[in-house]
Antibody, heavy 120, light 110 residues
């Protein structure tokens, strides 16, 4: 079955950097677009980034554009999110999700998330 | 602040029905299908309805979805205590090139 396992979260000071990883298994990773979604404590879901199945296109929410970069290594079935210039408002649980496929790019399967806390 | 608009809360007694609305625009719901996610306390979101009205295997038929124009809705019939959760609508947004989410609706079973 589809499994997505995020890692790399932690506590970082404002202005710092962090790289999140998402290890995928149970499906053909190289055939699906992948999505990062975050959820601030007690808040709703916010889309962060999308990367096409082959990494050819990447899109970002305005709130992270220029600071976050998503990438993937299809040989390792792993998705990444490089987060730079972190701010307090980036504090959230970060989920990776597999797109549904079949022409539908919205999230289907989700990981359990990794917590990022930006604080001095 | 969320791209899609949902009511913040909904409630009903066990056995009753509730309906949650989701309002969007031409760039999201108006041109793409609507998904619904259920998030139980302390857990990751789970896909509940996809392509407006399709249920993944394992989702009870008490949950149903529909879409009309730039709005979608989720109906829960025969409410059960385990349905207490946050429910989010989402639709791909052609301007964002990403999924637009609603702010979430907290369903309480009275």
């Amino acid at each position: 079955q589809v499994q997505l396992v995020e890692s790399g979260g932690g506590v970082v000071q404002p202005g710092g950097s962090l790289r999140l990883s998402c290890a995928a298994s149970g499906f053909s990773f190289s055939s699906y677009g992948m999505i990062w979604v975050r959820q601030a404590p007690g808040k709703g879901l916010e889309w962060v980034a999308f990367i096409r199945f082959d990494g050819s296109d990447k899109y970002y929410a305005d709130s992270v554009k220029g600071r976050f970069t998503t990438s993937r290594d299809n040989s390792k079935n792993t998705l990444y999110l490089q987060m730079n210039s972190l701010r307090a408002e980036d504090t959230a649980l970060y989920y990776c999700a597999k797109e549904m496929g079949g022409g539908v790019s919205s999230p289907g399967n989700w990981g359990q998330g990794t917590l990022v806390t930006v604080s001095s | 602040q969320s791209v899609l608009t949902q009511p913040p809360s909904a409630s009903g007694a066990p056995g009753q029905s509730v309906t949650i609305s989701c309002s969007g625009s031409s760039s999201n719901i108006g041109s793409n299908t609507v998904n619904w996610y259920q998030q139980l306390p302390g857990t990751a979101p789970k896909l509940l309805i996809y392509s407006n009205n399709q249920r993944p295997s394992g989702v009870p038929d008490r949950f149903s979805g529909s879409k009309s124009g730039t709005s979608g809705s989720l109906a829960i019939s025969g409410l059960q205590s385990e349905d207490e959760a946050d429910y989010y609508c989402a639709a791909w947004d052609d301007r964002l090139h990403g999924p637009a989410f609603g702010g979430g609706t907290k369903v309480t079973v009275l």
